[in-house]
């Protein structure tokens, strides 16, 4: 017998199995509920589907009026950020084969920003502080004509962490200083003041380091570790914040 | 007719030059509590595991110790650096848990004076501590006092 000859084809591929899971999602609508009440679905899903698949075959499927916000439904544009089983992640991040199926799947706004319509919160404070530190490049120096600003790989390196960061406010909304004192600049805000802070084009370190050497700035931060956590980029938030934290004791970046 | 913010306007009014009592009050607790890992289980160590061990300590143990400026000065510094410690813990606490306002005025108020009135009682026994007050009957002192 030829080795060459192909053995039995596979026999037909077994269909793919789903599953059948039950999302316990926190809905709010502001014209009807004065609370916000947890209300089941039961969606048909495979496992290398996504949470946020789940949201729209509810949405498209079987009740049109949960609100949710997404976009790029890749991770990037960082609109999907909530609580999914307690923990604040990406829908379109989190697989279904990643979760306990067996128990109902608890879907619900992020925390600590004014609830606004089911998954949707107002992310205005949150923004508010963002721009507080002072998010852009502010450069004292003019490149030379027709050249940009020369940085060295190793100068790069020191802040490429913090560059990663897409806004979507999971690691400030799982801060538990940020919960119950608004007034907190958050993780977010200083992971991206860390990011200016420790470049070496831009001039106003000192600045965002006053800024937030503030009664409610660094030194609120508790090191819980939850915005790490909570990151779906995977930056290091605790420690930019003890970075800042050391930069701010040194006066200096 | 509303006008436009500048973009680089600040949007909280900028801190009030000075100490910041916020960043000395984190540095304060990494300080002390490097320095409270020694004194603590020094203190242990000689309380509980040097030469009798925890069978010798009694009134005059304590008393012992107290005669001497050394164990003064170490039990004092204990004291000041644990319970402000502790406090300034308490409070960072009282931060996380309460909204602004009455209550959490109210708690932050009491840890200020629970560590006040202990710090200065403390102080005050350690270094007026002393065994045999004069003119105490006989019957109360401990025995080794001198008789009079």
Not at chain 1, 132 to 148: C, D, M, W, Y
Not at chain 1, 221 to 232: G, I, K, S
Not at chain 2, 48 to 69: C, Q, S, T
Not at chain 2, 116 to 126: A, E, Y
Request: with cysteine; net charge neutral.
């Amino acid at each position: 017998m030829s080795s060459a000859t192909l053995e039995q084809p596979p026999a037909a591929e077994a269909a793919i199995q789903s599953f059948t899971v039950t999302f316990l999602i926190r809905r709010f609508d502001p014209d009807v509920d004065t609370e916000p009440r947890w209300q089941d679905f039961d969606v048909e899903m495979y496992a290398t589907d996504r949470v946020l698949d789940a949201l729209h075959k509810i949405k498209w499927e079987q009740d049109g009026s949960l609100t949710f916000r997404r976009s790029c439904a890749h991770g990037i544009c960082g609109s999907d950020a909530m609580r999914i089983n307690g923990r604040n992640r990406l829908a379109c991040k989190t697989l279904i084969k990643d979760l306990d199926i067996s128990k109902p799947i608890y879907v619900e706004a992020i925390k600590g920003l004014p609830l606004e319509k089911d998954l949707i919160v107002d992310m205005e404070p949150f923004f508010a502080s963002y721009r507080e530190v002072q998010p852009f490049l502010i450069a004292n120096s003019t490149p030379e004509a027709g050249k940009e600003r020369v940085q060295s790989i190793a100068k790069r390196e020191i802040f490429d962490d913090t560059t990663k960061c897409i806004l979507c406010a999971a690691c400030t909304s799982s801060c538990p200083v940020f919960w119950t004192d608004g007034q907190y600049f958050g993780p977010a805000a200083i992971v991206n003041a860390h990011r200016f802070i420790f470049d070496d084009r831009d001039d106003a370190a000192s600045v965002r380091l006053d800024i937030l050497n503030d009664k409610e700035g660094v030194w609120r931060c508790r090191t819980t570790f939850n915005c790490t956590d909570a990151c779906p980029r995977g930056i290091e938030v605790t420690k930019a914040i003890a970075e800042v934290k050391q930069a701010i004791m040194r006066g200096k970046p | 007719m509303s006008v436009i913010e500048a973009p680089r306007s600040q949007a909280r009014p900028a801190r009030k030059r000075g100490v910041n009592l916020e960043k000395w009050g984190w540095i304060y607790m990494r300080a002390s509590g490097v320095v409270l890992l020694v004194l603590i289980f020094g203190h242990l160590f000689v309380n509980l595991l040097v030469g009798e061990g925890v069978k010798a300590i009694d009134f005059g143990f304590v008393g012992g110790k107290w005669a001497d400026p050394f164990w003064q000065w170490w039990d004092v510094l204990m004291l000041w650096l644990a319970l402000i410690h502790g406090a300034n813990g308490m409070r960072t606490i009282v931060n996380d848990y309460t909204n602004p306002g009455t209550t959490q005025k109210l708690l932050k108020g009491s840890l200020l004076v629970a560590a006040v009135v202990l710090i200065v009682l403390g102080t005050l026994v350690v270094f007026t501590f002393d065994p045999c007050p004069a003119g105490s009957p006989a019957d109360l002192l401990p025995s080794f006092c001198p008789a009079v």
